[in-house]
């Protein structure tokens, strides 16, 4: 047998969409480079001194919370149904452990589990703000859609009134 949902609505390509998926893929795109490089120092990457740059290479565990967590916030804004990003936080949860054990195989780098352990806390910071954003941003949308319920069926009542009043 074969359910049809009579109410299925085409998807749009929105320009939402593409941006958001831009995002990801970038992000997902420099976190694999930067964790899978021969070396986890980040003044050899080439770029200007700065102050930013020398606490990232002393702080090597550290930096991994704001850069899982500046990682995942395309996948957590930019999905609106909770099971997507639910989903989508498993994913990235499995990808920062995954990197690490690759790590195992590369010589000149060296995994542990503070890398693990900071890189969830970033993701976790993240999806539970997201969740809690997304949780008031739905309260508003169907307290409205009552609102707007609510002056349809007053609309409806006038109607229904009116002509019965205009022939009195």
Same mark, same amino acid.
């Given at each position: 047998?074969? /359910? @049809?949902?009579?109410?299925?609505?085409?998807?749009?390509?929105?320009?939402?969409?593409?941006?958001?998926?831009?995002? &990801?893929?970038?992000?997902?795109?420099?976190?694999?480079?930067?964790?899978? #490089?021969? =070396?986890?120092?980040?003044?050899?990457?080439?770029?200007? %001194?700065? /102050?930013?740059? #020398?606490?990232? %290479?002393?702080?090597?565990?550290? #930096?991994?919370?704001?850069?899982?967590?500046? !990682? =995942?916030?395309?996948?957590?804004?930019?999905?609106?149904?909770?099971?997507?990003?639910?989903?989508? =936080?498993?994913?990235?949860?499995?990808?920062?452990?995954? @990197?690490?054990?690759?790590?195992?195989?590369?010589?000149? *780098? @060296?995994?542990?589990?503070? %890398?693990?352990?900071?890189?969830?806390?970033?993701?976790? !910071?993240? &999806?539970?703000?997201?969740?809690?954003?997304?949780?008031?941003?739905? =309260? *508003?949308?169907?307290?409205?859609?009552?609102?707007? *319920?609510?002056?349809?069926?007053?609309? /409806?009542?006038?109607?229904? @009134?009116?002509?019965?009043? &205009?022939?009195?």
């Amino acid at each position: 047998m074969e /359910a @049809v949902n009579a109410q299925a609505r085409p998807f749009r390509l929105k320009s939402r969409h593409i941006v958001g998926a831009s995002a &990801a893929l970038c992000g997902l795109g420099c976190m694999l480079f930067l964790c899978l #490089r021969p =070396t986890g120092n980040f003044g050899t990457l080439g770029l200007p %001194d700065s /102050a930013l740059i #020398r606490w990232m %290479d002393a702080h090597g565990e550290l #930096r991994n919370l704001p850069a899982f967590a500046v !990682l =995942t916030m395309p996948f957590m804004f930019g999905l609106r149904r909770a099971s997507r990003r639910r989903w989508a =936080t498993y994913g990235l949860l499995f990808l920062s452990a995954a @990197v690490e054990g690759v790590q195992l195989f590369l010589p000149s *780098r @060296v995994p542990s589990l503070a %890398d693990i352990f900071w890189s969830w806390a970033g993701i976790a !910071l993240v &999806a539970v703000a997201a969740e809690a954003i997304w949780e008031r941003v739905e =309260t *508003r949308l169907r307290r409205k859609a009552g609102v707007r *319920r609510q002056q349809r069926r007053v609309l /409806a009542r006038a109607r229904l @009134v009116r002509p019965a009043i &205009a022939r009195a």
